[in-house]
């Protein structure tokens, strides 16, 4: 058990590292999407255009959305195993970090190159 806190601890003190390649993603089960301000981030084409407004954690600012697409993004447990997310997302520049909303996940998750069915 300590080498898995060890471990997590290694990896929090990374994400101050402006050269980690990891990055933390929020995730909110009440937002109505997922979102990320990084182009970098889509796996396919990206769909641009007007897609409207999202409100930020500073409620008095709305961003524009300018495209959407699929995500891919590596999430890693306490065990330092990874689990692939691709999930549909839009393109909000300015944001900082990315937004996944659960909701919006498919069925399926690939854990290790497996697939597995999501539990409720």
């Avoid at 689990?83 to 997302?89: L, M, P, R």
Wanted: charged share 20%; net charge negative.
């Amino acid at each position: 058990m300590s080498h898995d806190m060890e471990w997590i601890a290694n990896l929090r003190s990374e994400f101050g590292n402006p050269n980690c390649p990891v990055l933390p993603v929020i995730v909110d089960s009440g937002a109505s999407g997922s979102a990320t301000g990084d182009e970098k981030e889509f796996i396919g084409p990206i769909e641009y255009g007007d897609f409207g407004t999202v409100q930020t954690a500073d409620k008095d600012t709305a961003v524009k959305i300018t495209g959407r697409g699929i995500v891919r993004w590596n999430a890693v447990d306490a065990l330092g195993r990874i689990a692939v997310i691709e999930t549909t997302a839009s393109l909000v520049p300015g944001i900082t970090q990315p937004l996944l909303s659960p909701p919006g996940l498919p069925s399926v998750s690939r854990h290790a190159g497996r697939s597995h069915p999501v539990g409720r």
